[in-house]
């Protein structure tokens, strides 16, 4: 993974944490619901990072 994947995935969730925030304040549920939304998508494309990189260790280690 590279560090820019996961600069954008923390920016991404940082952006949600704030949206929700921000929904709950407003009382808004749309706001609070694009924030989990986003939290949601950096978790996921951070665990798709997880797999991807354990998955290149593991065939670094059959390489040696």
């Known amino acids: 993974m590279s560090f820019t994947d996961k600069a954008k995935n923390a920016?991404?969730?940082a952006k949600g944490k704030v949206k929700k925030a921000?929904?709950?304040v407003t009382d808004n549920?749309?706001?609070k619901a694009e924030?989990?939304?986003d939290q949601s998508g950096a978790n996921i494309?951070?665990?798709g990072e997880n797999v991807k990189q354990a998955g290149e260790n593991v065939k670094d280690?059959?390489?040696d």
């Open 29 to 31: 549920e749309r706001l």
């Open 45 to 47: 494309k951070q665990a």
């Open 11 to 13: 920016v991404q969730k």
């Open 22 to 24: 921000a929904g709950k």
């Open 35 to 37: 924030g989990k939304a």
């Open 61 to 63: 280690a059959f390489k």
